[in-house]
């Protein structure tokens, strides 16, 4: 039997009316949002979400983020609270994930057995539509296999979930921003939690809520410039090439590494070997080092150095607090994890 490979739908009215169908029969469908592209199912039937788990390869234990279309539709899936609300009112749509009390409608699958429910209302015009003309809350995590790094595009959807029960895409064009949303867990509103840094800024967060968001425990580089301990971080996002994490990439640094080995530094050095000559193993994620210029090219950068021949790759860390940089430090960090 063929293997299938998903197909890739402009977001054309006719498409998205087709595909919100598609997902009211309970299919699975990826789609664009500002953050990264989602696979979706029907979040109230269990037996679409089950395929989610099973395309990505997602261990039952991890559970999904629900999507509406608007704020107003919290109460149909969770149990909100005033602070919840205002920050619902003031990020959505928008790169910020709630996590709440979940009702009973919401099966065990999506959340995991957890209590709570995680949710989201995305900011991409193609998902909003999506979920209105579905008429349904749509659960979806990034559309990557499992561990692998989160897709930017249709076509890193597409290529990545080959041979599995994924036969649709929407096409909304590059993310916006690149990296996931925030995740804040708001259960207790009296003592809100970061559960991952992402997309909204901490401070943006912290100035809306009055006050101040512990934030990830800071892991530090050995002295070897190599990647953390073993079981510091769970490994995510990861390429399959070895990636090693440097607090400061240099020409210096540089012409220590070997030729067989890729060098990405956090903005374009200057005096360097542009990356399409031949041999040029010296890449950079911005111009000047701006925090959502680095974001929005990291993870296909990373993906298309995977498709490299490279032995290793070398990528600089991005310093600071404000921000994409925790996001960038984090999903970095992860994918340099030994597991
Ligand atoms: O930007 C995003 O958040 C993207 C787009 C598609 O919306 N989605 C995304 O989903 O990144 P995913 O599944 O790759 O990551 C969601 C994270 C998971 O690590 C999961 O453990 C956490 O959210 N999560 C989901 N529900 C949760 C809950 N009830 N309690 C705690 N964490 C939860
Ligand atoms: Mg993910």
């Given at each position: ?20 169908n ?6 699975i469908?990826?789609?664009p ?18 395929k ?11 559970p999904?983020?629900v ?5 107003g539709?919290?109460e ?12 619902a ?12 009390p979940?009702?009973?409608?919401v099966?065990d699958?999506?959340t ?6 995680a949710v989201r ?8 539509e ?16 499992f561990?692998?790094?989160s ?6 959807v597409?290529?990545g979930l ?19 949303s ?7 509103p ?14 943006e ?56 080995e ?25 111009e ?43 999903r ?8």
């Amino acid at each position: 039997m063929p293997v299938s490979r998903p197909r890739i739908f402009r977001p054309t009215e006719a498409n998205v009316t087709r595909l919100a169908n598609a997902l009211r029969r309970g299919a699975i469908v990826g789609v664009p949002s500002e953050t990264v592209y989602g696979l979706a199912a029907d979040a109230l039937n269990a037996a679409a979400c089950a395929k989610i788990f099973e395309a990505k390869g997602r261990p039952s234990t991890d559970p999904l983020i629900v999507h509406l279309a608007d704020a107003g539709d919290v109460e149909g899936v969770a149990v909100s609270n005033p602070g919840a609300m205002r920050l619902a009112r003031q990020f959505w749509p928008g790169p910020l994930t709630l996590v709440l009390p979940k009702r009973a409608v919401v099966s065990d699958l999506v959340t995991a057995g957890n209590a709570t429910v995680a949710v989201r209302v995305p900011a991409h015009p193609v998902f909003q539509e999506l979920i209105r003309r579905t008429g349904r809350p749509l659960a979806a995590p990034s559309a990557n296999r499992f561990g692998y790094i989160s897709p930017t595009t249709a076509f890193h959807v597409r290529d990545g979930l080959v041979g599995t029960t994924l036969r649709a895409v929407i096409d909304g064009g590059e993310c916006a921003i690149g990296v996931e949303s925030t995740i804040i867990d708001l259960t207790d509103p009296d003592s809100p939690r970061l559960l991952r840094p992402g997309g909204l800024a901490l401070e943006e967060l912290e100035k809306a809520m009055g006050c101040a968001i512990p934030r990830p425990r800071r892991v530090r580089l050995g002295p070897a410039e190599a990647a953390p301990a073993p079981g510091m971080l769970s490994k995510h996002y990861s390429p399959r090439t070895p990636l090693f994490l440097h607090e400061r990439l240099s020409s210096k640094v540089t012409l220590n590494i070997p030729g067989n080995e890729a060098v990405v530094y956090l903005r374009r050095p200057s005096g360097s070997a542009a990356p399409w000559v031949p041999g040029a193993r010296v890449f950079w994620l911005s111009e000047g080092g701006d925090a959502a210029e680095i974001a929005h090219q990291l993870f296909g950068l990373l993906r298309k150095l995977d498709l490299g021949e490279w032995r290793a790759l070398h990528v600089e860390l991005p310093h600071g607090g404000e921000g994409l940089v925790p996001a960038i430090r984090d999903r970095l960090f992860r994918a340099a994890a030994k597991r």
